[in-house]
């Protein structure tokens, strides 16, 4: 370990684990990140960024203009029935917003906010593809690293950026099912070419127990997403990509709309993604030199649309905590918990914004269907849309400015952790 610029190693690289990499690399740290896909990801959905305190990161970070290059555009909503006839039709006022959206909401790939954050910081920091860590042994004054591939380094310090079924989470906290709170829904989601969409239409389908949409990612190129209320648990997260599909197929609870050919199209996917609608509840992030950072940590569940926010927030808070703490982790671990840990908990309150629209039964389904044809009454879809894009703009976290301490606070020396960490309440 260099005195003056302590090692980190950060698993993930997904969205917290560059964005941690980059502000590490700022104060002084000497961060290397690993990731178990081979190599960066460019395929899957993708999301919605809102929140002010995420979007704000990635202005902080430099990247902002780079990640509005890669922005999608939701230009209308188009709402069908199970024979495929329209109920109500919306254009979009994001379509209207050009460049910076003013509302801090857009639509965007997850993997090209991964990949910006990559670029933007691989010329600096080492990164490891394919190699994941299988064993961690935190002795008190460092810790040591196996990598699947037997490789072996030691650490002072090592954080879990590695998603929902973190492998630093397994190894220092223990199992997965100690702190997954299962909601009751699972989402799968693939993109399918040669697809008669136009880019930026969403088409969106409702049946009992069901949602699907499709997303034109680009004119041709379709995102088919499936939130669906199974009547069991699946618990084929973690297994290989052809039993969740078997899985799936087994599992959905309607055949109408167009829904037939696209369970066609799931086959030739090579992209197909399942995971079950969960939250990760603990009662403390860190444990010795080793912390948990983003879904890690604290996923809100996918559906909450604050994922990525916490992450970048997340990510940006310890890194400055640690800078600020000198040395002295374990007080840059609690600072960082007590900070977030308010933010973090309103989030978890409201996870799944738009489980509460799929219907239970052929009734709600009836009544749903009443509803969305109001929306083509336009002063009905404004409303509508002045709370759902207005209304998740609310935030209740302020970011640190750190910067004004970058420079003066030494992080090297005597990389100790006081007792604060055990300050922190649950
Ligand atoms: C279909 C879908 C829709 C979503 N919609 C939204 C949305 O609209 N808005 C929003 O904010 N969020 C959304 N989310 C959630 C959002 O993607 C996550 O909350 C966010 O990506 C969390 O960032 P992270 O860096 O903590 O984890 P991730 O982005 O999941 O990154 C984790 C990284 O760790 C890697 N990894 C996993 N295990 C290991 C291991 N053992 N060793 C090394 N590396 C490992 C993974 O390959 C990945 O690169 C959605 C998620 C899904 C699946």
Known sequence: MGASSPSVLISGAGIAGPALAYWLNRYGFNPTVVEQAPKPRTEGYAFHLHGTSGIEVLKRTGVWNKILEHRRVDRDFTFVDRSDRVLARMDSPAAAADV????????IKRADVALVLYEHTKNDIEYLFGDPIERLDDSGSAVAVTF???????????????GLHSGVRRLAFGDEA??????????AAFTTDDYPIAYGSDVIYFAPNLIASLFGLEDRQAIAVFVIRPDRELGCELEDVDSQKKAFKAALPDRGWKIPELLGRIEGATDFFLDSVSQIRMDRWSKGRIALVGDAAYCPTLLSGFGAQLALAGAYTLAGELMRAEGDFGRAYASYEEKLRPYVAEKQKSPTQSTRFIPGSKFGLWLGHQVIKLLNVPVVSKL???????GLVQEAFTLTDYEGERGQSRVGPAYRSSAAASRIKA
């Open 178 to 187: 100690r702190f997954k709170r299962y909601l009751g829904y699972y989402v």
């Open 100 to 107: 910076e959206p003013s509302g801090a909401q857009i639509t």
């Open 148 to 162: 699947e591939s037997g490789n072996r380094r030691q650490f002072d310090l090592v954080i879990g950026c590695d």
């Open 384 to 390: 509508v849309f002045k709370t759902s894009y207005g």
